[in-house]
């Protein structure tokens, strides 16, 4: 995917992400780089799961990322020290 491909990725997957984990968002450029992340993150546990990656732009793709950035945002709130879960 193109650079363009991935940040609306990450924004969509960050986004909807971070709705699940605490119901505000982290603001746009933070969604967008946890989106990212998750979908990274979300690809390799999937291949490690034997699932399969993030491989397009597709809802199989955006499920996995969303996942990832699930796991990612719950990481990231539990190092800022965040208590609004």
């Not at 990725?9 to 909807?16: D, E, R, S, V």
């Not at 990274?40 to 990832?68: D, K, P, Q, R, W």
């Amino acid at each position: 995917m193109g650079i363009l491909s991935w940040i609306i990725f990450g924004l969509i997957a960050g986004f909807i992400g971070s709705k699940l984990v605490n119901k505000e968002g982290q603001g746009m450029l933070m969604n967008i780089v946890l989106g990212i992340l998750g979908a990274v993150v979300g690809g390799y546990i999937a291949t490690l799961l034997g699932m399969g990656g993030v491989n397009g732009f597709n809802i199989y793709s955006l499920i996995i990322a969303i996942g990832g950035a699930v796991v990612v945002q719950v990481i990231y709130r539990a190092f800022t020290g965040s208590s609004r879960l």
